[in-house]
């Protein structure tokens, strides 16, 4: 598929490489630019379980694009509204939780363009995204697998018009699979769901982000042709960072 865009995740795409990712959830422009400028292909604002919001958002992009670093963003739901709220910041990515149809999906893809291959009303907040052709070739949308429903239509989802890639949430999707959320990343039912995904994907030319817990998980990850894949996000690394300084010290 086409990547549009002059950030590191275009640039490891069209060479066909593997992009490295960090979510932000502390609602702190400096830490996002912190992430940026770190190294991250990717940083992600996380608007459903962090304490970024939609409101951020123009101000976070501006930091990670600062960077060289792509700016994505998980919504906070399927809401049209919030998805156009976003696009209208300038994020160059889209993951869109809880979607378990391709009717779900077509709909959050259909309001993260412009017509005719949407219907996202124009309203930019980014001064120099007012080309509407180009702001519908910049935008991916990942719509994430995280529900045995969601798996079960995976197909009907990657075949989706207008969606980029798909977005698997290891940890939800185990936990409606009937797993222990301490359980649910490495369960062969999971594993399982994962691989179903990237095959799905591969079938329509899209693309796969998914989440790791080490380095390790993350190589075996890129060897399985995962796409994207996020290390963490930023409480993660304060708190190890934190940790470590302390680790001297303890007993």
């Known amino acids: 598929m086409k990547i549009e865009g002059s950030h590191r995740y275009a640039e490891r795409r069209r060479r066909g490489e593997p992009a490295l990712a960090c979510f932000n959830a502390i609602p702190d422009t400096q830490t996002a630019e912190v992430l940026a400028s770190a190294g991250f292909d990717i940083v992600a604002f996380d608007a459903q379980h962090g304490a970024v919001t939609l409101h951020d958002l123009p101000d976070f992009v501006r930091a990670v694009e600062l960077h060289g670093a792509a700016a994505f963003v998980r919504v906070p739901w399927t809401a049209p509204e919030d998805i156009m709220r976003a696009a209208d910041a300038g994020v160059a990515g889209l993951i869109v939780p809880m979607i378990e149809t391709a009717e779900q999906a077509r709909t959050a893809a259909f309001a993260a363009?412009?017509?005719?291959?949407?219907?996202?009303?124009?309203?930019?907040?980014?001064?120099?995204?007012?080309?509407?052709?180009?702001?519908?070739?910049?935008?991916?949308?990942?719509?994430?697998?995280?529900?045995?429903?969601?798996?079960?239509a995976v197909d009907e989802i990657a075949a989706v018009e207008g969606v980029?890639?798909?977005?698997?949430?290891?940890?939800?999707l185990g936990l409606s699979l009937g797993l222990k959320s301490d359980e649910a990343m490495h369960h062969p039912d999971v594993v399982a769901g994962l691989d179903a995904a990237i095959a799905a994907a591969r079938k329509h030319d899209k693309l796969v982000g998914t989440v790791s817990v080490s380095t390790e998980h993350a190589e075996a990850l890129i060897a399985k042709g995962?796409?994207?894949?996020?290390?963490?996000?930023d409480r993660k690394y304060v708190r190890l960072s934190a940790a470590a300084a302390l680790a001297p010290f303890s007993g």
């Open 113 to 152: 363009r412009y017509p005719p291959l949407g219907n996202r009303s124009f309203g930019p907040v980014r001064p120099h995204l007012r080309s509407t052709d180009a702001a519908n070739e910049r935008i991916h949308v990942y719509p994430m697998i995280e529900t045995a429903s969601a798996l079960a």
């Open 164 to 172: 980029d890639g798909l977005f698997v949430g290891p940890v939800d």
């Open 226 to 233: 995962v796409d994207w894949i996020s290390l963490g996000d």
